[in-house]
């Protein structure tokens, strides 16, 4: 069971190059989300999607892209990539329900954007 | 979602008890309080939540204050491998409306 997958874990763009983030869960989970996390700050919700089909912007939008592809995946995608865009990107997964449920992380993508 | 308020860092010795609090007097009703760290840059890793009883699992224990404007995460023992960035997180339980909200969170060291 591996959970949340992201790939890949390190990346090295030039400025205004393109690349898209892969996240997969084998969870079953409906809801998935990125975040960025630049250092010493705590995580910053980019987008996220409720469901299968649905996408919603999140507190840093800018810049990103984002597409469910089906229910497992979720990718995120930076289409003339920019250095205030370096940070790590993390992908994680939710169940939905009422009684309170715990988020899934994946180990995280390391981007630095020269 | 509510706004959480927490140390920015604590220090703990190990085999000793950590309790890392936080507040967060806006919360409302239909908000839970999460609970996560960070290890070393790794991906966040869940540890407990509650909406308003005391909660316990093989990880943590957390205590919730009758009022719920604040709370306080409880490590009974705790080893080096806890040290880590600790989270404190109000939010709506599931739905299309779960996000969670990070903060800087409470940098935990445990020292030998």
């Known amino acids: 069971n591996a959970g949340v997958t992201q790939t890949p874990k390190f990346q090295v763009l030039k400025t205004g190059q393109s690349m898209t983030l892969q996240c997969a869960q084998d969870m079953n989970h409906n809801s998935m989300y990125w975040y960025r996390q630049d250092p010493g700050m705590g995580l910053r919700l980019i987008y996220y999607?409720?469901?299968?089909?649905?996408?919603d912007k999140g507190e840093v939008p800018n810049g990103y892209n984002v597409s469910r592809l089906n229910k497992r995946e979720f990718s995120l995608r930076l289409e003339s990539a920019a250095p205030s865009q370096t940070s790590v990107y993390f992908c994680?997964?939710?169940?939905?329900?009422?009684?309170?449920?715990?988020?899934?992380f994946g180990q995280g993508t390391r981007l630095t954007v020269v | 979602d509510a706004k959480t308020t927490q140390p920015t860092s604590m220090d703990c010795a190990e085999g000793r008890a950590a309790n890392l609090p936080c507040n967060h007097s806006t919360i409302s009703g239909n908000e839970y309080v999460y609970w996560y760290r960070q290890i070393h840059s790794q991906g966040p890793q869940y540890i407990i939540h509650g909406l308003k009883n005391n909660e316990t699992n093989e990880m943590a224990s957390l205590i919730i204050t009758e009022d719920r404007k604040s709370s306080t995460l409880i490590l009974p023992h705790a080893t080096l491998r806890d040290t880590a960035v600790y989270y404190c997180?109000?939010?709506?339980?599931?739905?299309?409306?779960?996000?969670?909200?990070f903060g800087k969170g409470t940098l935990l060291t445990v020292n030998p």
């Open positions: 994680a997964s939710s169940d939905t329900g009422g009684a309170g449920v715990e988020a899934f």
């Open positions: 999607s409720a469901s299968e089909g649905t996408t």
């Open positions: 997180i109000a939010a709506n339980s599931g739905g299309s409306n779960y996000k969670l909200t």
